[in-house]
């Protein structure tokens, strides 16, 4: 098996001619958490959306398990990652009804919707929760039925974006937690946007530097984390450079 769930090659995405990603090569490997840094505005959220073929980059080619995309495979392709969206939008039901949502869409059978639903329930900890209100849940209860609605699929490579920006301390730390959780015990491959360093630092493998709209550095984190080789990554880890 190709140790590369995606490669990009010198992929770009531009808004009304301007460009917002400039020809990024990046490489996830598999059973990984990766995280990519840089500052708000710098495209961490589109780059999200073009790794999950939510919209099409400009110029550049994403390769999954080595092999270059072919519309054909967009759709298969699709139901193998899940986004967790910056900004979730739970709708006003249940929050059974929230993560049984997608399995739905996919026409699941109701007995392994109730099985599945209730695993995801179990993974992110809120087994009794299945009844209440989706939209009467905490700021950290709604972020963990966002992350059971993307884990109810199944997913091979799950992206969460900016997954604890909201949160108070604790729930940070219950979300890191879970993270962690998810990647080692599923294996699934994890690709979380952040801002914030020492996040990344807890929690990631590898890491990608956005700056400018280019990666300014990749590689094993604790590399990048104690020896870096970008000056402008050196500063941000140092905290003269805030993100
Ligand atoms: N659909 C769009 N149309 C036009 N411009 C867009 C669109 N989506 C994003 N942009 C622009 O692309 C740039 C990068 O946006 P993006 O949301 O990826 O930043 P980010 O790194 O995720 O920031 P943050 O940390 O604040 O979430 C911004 O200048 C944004 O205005
Ligand atoms: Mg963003």
Same mark, same amino acid.
């Given at each position: 098996?190709?140790?590369?769930?995606?490669?990009?090659? @010198?992929?770009?995405?531009?808004?009304?001619?301007? &460009? $917002?990603?400039?020809? !990024?090569?990046?490489?996830?490997?598999?059973?990984?958490?990766?995280? $990519?840094?840089?500052?708000?505005?710098?495209?961490?959220?589109?780059?999200?959306?073009?790794?999950?073929?939510?919209?099409?980059?400009?110029?550049?080619?994403?390769?999954?398990?080595?092999?270059?995309?072919?519309?054909? @495979?967009?759709?298969?392709?699709?139901?193998?990652?899940?986004?967790?969206?910056?900004?979730?939008?739970?709708?006003?039901?249940?929050?059974?009804?929230?993560?049984?949502?997608?399995?739905?869409?996919? #026409?699941?059978?109701?007995?392994? $919707?109730?099985? #599945?639903?209730?695993?995801?329930?179990?993974?992110? @900890?809120?087994?009794?929760?299945?009844?209440?209100?989706?939209?009467?849940?905490?700021?950290?209860?709604?972020?963990?039925?966002?992350?059971?609605?993307?884990?109810?699929?199944?997913? =091979? !490579?799950?992206?969460?974006? =900016?997954?604890?920006? @909201?949160?108070?301390?604790?729930?940070?730390?219950?979300? =890191?937690?879970?993270?962690?959780?998810?990647?080692?015990?599923?294996?699934?491959?994890?690709?979380? &946007?952040?801002?914030?360093?020492?996040? &990344?630092?807890?929690?990631?493998?590898?890491?990608?530097?956005?700056?400018?709209?280019?990666? $300014? =550095?990749?590689?094993?984190?604790?590399?990048?984390?104690?020896?870096?080789?970008?000056?402008?990554?050196?500063?941000? !880890?140092?905290? #003269?450079?805030?993100?």
């Amino acid at each position: 098996m190709n140790p590369y769930a995606i490669r990009t090659h @010198d992929l770009s995405k531009e808004y009304n001619g301007e &460009a $917002i990603l400039k020809k !990024i090569n990046l490489q996830l490997e598999r059973g990984r958490i990766h995280a $990519i840094i840089g500052p708000s505005g710098v495209g961490k959220s589109v780059l999200l959306r073009l790794l999950n073929l939510l919209e099409e980059p400009t110029s550049g080619e994403i390769h999954f398990d080595g092999r270059a995309l072919k519309e054909n @495979d967009r759709l298969e392709l699709q139901r193998r990652m899940t986004l967790v969206f910056q900004k979730p939008v739970l709708f006003n039901t249940s929050v059974y009804e929230n993560v049984a949502y997608g399995l739905k869409v996919r #026409k699941e059978n109701r007995r392994s $919707i109730l099985e #599945k639903v209730r695993k995801a329930l179990e993974v992110v @900890d809120l087994k009794n929760y299945e009844h209440k209100r989706a939209r009467n849940l905490s700021g950290g209860e709604k972020q963990r039925v966002a992350i059971a609605q993307a884990m109810v699929l199944e997913p =091979e !490579i799950l992206f969460l974006d =900016e997954p604890t920006s @909201d949160l108070d301390p604790r729930n940070v730390a219950i979300i =890191e937690e879970l993270i962690k959780y998810i990647n080692e015990e599923f294996k699934i491959t994890v690709v979380i &946007a952040t801002h914030n360093m020492f996040q &990344a630092k807890r929690l990631a493998h590898e890491a990608t530097f956005l700056f400018g709209g280019r990666i $300014i =550095e990749s590689g094993k984190a604790q590399e990048i984390f104690t020896k870096p080789k970008d000056r402008r990554v050196l500063r941000f !880890i140092e905290g #003269k450079m805030i993100f």
